[in-house]
């Protein structure tokens, strides 16, 4: 990763001590504020989180440059996003007891779509001397992955539990992340770095060249591939409301625009429900003949709404080569497009990723095309 030059110039000590001694006012708050608590254990677990609080905000008060923390001071601190850091939810965790090695927290912080935690930070409470240490953090990309590999448990009261050789960020990187990026950076860093670490894994790959002769292959209709007719006569085959109505229309107004797309043209769609994103995505393909060049292939790619099923803002669509990203589309709210399009011409021994990133940030990456001859 690389950080501003801004961010060299800060003085940001690596052997800045994680360890604070709370001051008697600090304590005194954390005892008041959570008076409120009936509950003899919920009150306990609200009085460390509380003293977690005073001990991140001294924490951060230390270095050349402050850092801001942003809670409630008049209602006790809530399991979950708890703080904020110029605009970075964080879900302070008390470490509590590591009898199983296992860290709980709440579900809703990874899903909720308008207040999901950008970064989990954990602490360690030793209320009897006033002290409380940062330990660790977790990015929301990383905890992602770990559900996304089965690799969390969900208790029935809707906590995952998180190993604790899994928190990997060190209060350097905590610091680093809060003084250098932004919220909106973040997340579109944890996007691409999980879109890349999928790509590195072995992928199959979808053989674009059967779609000319009518056939899908078996990766093709294992992920959930429709064929649609040939653009000539799909007209003549559709009814209303149907998706090769949909994409004959786009198809329209792409023409409207001096974008052509050949009658040779074959195209397929998926359901993006099947992958647990919203959406449909369109896949067209050409054979590309030029006297100045070797044959080459095109891929069109078309993402919209299902019906009922608007994409969120910020939804994007990525195109990668073996090498680098070609192609990043992002859905703006202002915008009034409800379409993502793009388009991109290889070789016939190229092949191209194609990588969604939905609204909410939750990533897919599918089977690589190829034009195999």
């Given amino acids: 990763m690389t ?4 961010c060299q110039l800060l003085d940001l000590d690596p052997d800045q001590g994680t360890t604070v001694h709370l001051t008697t006012g600090a304590v005194n708050w954390a005892v008041e504020v959570c008076q409120d608590e009936v509950d003899t254990d919920h009150q306990w677990f609200c009085f460390l989180r509380a003293m977690a609080i005073k001990g991140l905000q001294q924490w951060l008060d230390q270095g050349a440059e402050a850092l801001p923390l942003d809670y409630s001071h008049e209602r006790p601190p809530k399991p979950g996003v708890n703080c904020q850091v110029k605009g970075f939810r964080l879900c302070l965790v008390v470490q509590g ?7 709980s927290i709440p579900r809703y912080t990874l899903k909720d779509p308008l207040n999901f935690a950008h970064l989990y930070i954990l602490a360690d409470v030793q209320e009897e001397a006033d002290q409380v240490r940062i330990l660790a953090g977790l990015r929301r990309d990383r905890l992602v992955s770990l559900k996304e590999s089965g690799n969390l448990a969900l208790s029935r009261k809707g906590h995952y539990h998180v190993p604790l050789e ?14 250098c990026l932004n919220p909106e950076t973040l997340e579109t860093l944890n996007a691409e770095t999980r879109v890349t670490s999928r790509c590195l894994c072995p992928q199959p790959t979808l053989n674009v060249r059967d779609w000319l002769r009518d056939q899908l292959d078996r990766v093709a209709e294992r992920f959930h591939w429709t064929l649609l007719p040939p653009l000539a006569t799909s007209h003549q085959l559709m009814s209303v409301q149907t998706p090769a109505e949909e994409l004959e229309t786009l198809l329209r107004d792409l023409e409207q625009q001096g974008v052509m797309i050949p009658d ?12 647990g994103l919203p959406g449909r995505l369109y896949a067209l393909i050409w054979k590309v003949f030029d006297s100045h060049y070797s044959p080459e292939w095109s891929l ?10 608007p994409l969120e803002p910020g939804t994007q669509l990525i195109v990668q080569d073996e090498t680098s990203v070609l192609v990043r589309q992002t859905l703006d709210e202002d915008s009034g497009e409800v379409y993502l399009y793009t388009q991109v011409i290889g070789r016939m021994d190229e092949q191209f990723t194609v990588s969604i990133i939905s609204g909410d940030g939750t990533p897919l990456t599918l089977p690589s095309f190829t034009f195999e001859t």
């Fill in 166 to 179: 899994e928190w990997d960020l060190s209060p350097e990187d905590l610091l680093l992340y809060l003084h």
């Fill in 3 to 6: 950080y501003s030059s801004h």
């Fill in 300 to 309: 069109c790619l078309f993402l919209g709404p299902r019906p009922g099923e």
């Fill in 264 to 275: 040779t043209a074959r195209g397929a769609y998926q359901e993006l429900h099947h992958q």
């Fill in 97 to 103: 007891s590591l009898s199983d090695g296992l860290i």
